[in-house]
């Protein structure tokens, strides 16, 4: 028996908050050249089922290379372009982007593991925390979802493959191979 109720797509007040490299384009360390970027497979369709379901999506990217003086906000800006380019979706594609721009050892506000960004993104847009979802590749994703009180998503497509995740010991962690094989299971 489904006891999960079924929401039209106005009525679902979910979203997805998705980390950038890693989980939506390949990781490329540090990168700056929109002609690096890459889109991990299945993330078209999986972009697509999630709002054809009704789900607003957010990108939280942490960029500690702005911070370190290794290249700028608009070559940041430029690869966004670039993604969204490449996805080829109908704009606008995100219901927000957070970009933090800070390096490890500065002070600040929304740079994963805070949650600080999802928690005013969920009360700007209504949202049901219980219908949020942080993904991502790296342990700062899942620490910021958790730290927000929402479910984290661990993919393999990026820091860690299945095994890594393992040995990160992290309870309860439901670990899928990419995006588009989470979002299968979203209604």
């Given amino acids: 028996m489904d006891i999960e109720p079924r ?7 979910g979203a997805l908050f998705l980390d950038r490299d890693g989980t939506l384009i390949f990781d490329k360390h540090y ?11 299945g993330v078209i369709d999986a972009l697509v089922r999630a709002r054809a379901l009704g789900y607003k999506l957010f990108i939280l990217t942490n960029q500690s290379g702005i911070g370190r003086g290794m290249y700028t906000l608009d070559d940041v800006h430029r690869c966004n372009d670039r993604m969204d380019e490449l996805l080829g979706l109908p704009r606008p594609i995100w219901d927000g982007i957070c ?16 949650p600080a960004y999802i928690l005013e993104t969920i009360a700007q847009h209504g949202l049901d925390p219980a219908r949020c979802w942080m993904i991502g590749d790296r342990q700062s994703d899942i620490d910021a979802g958790r730290n927000a009180h929402i479910h984290a998503i661990a993919v393999c497509t990026g820091k860690h493959d299945a095994a890594g995740w393992a ?14 094989e989470f979002v299968a299971t979203l209604r």
């Fill in 7 to 13: 929401h039209s797509p106005a009525e679902n007040r």
């Fill in 31 to 41: 990168l700056s050249d929109p002609a690096g970027v890459e889109l991990i497979p």
């Fill in 99 to 114: 970009i933090a721009t800070e390096a490890p050892h500065e002070p600040s506000p929304y740079r994963k593991p805070s």
């Fill in 167 to 180: 040995q990160l010991a992290l309870p309860g962690l439901p670990v899928y191979a990419d995006l588009a």
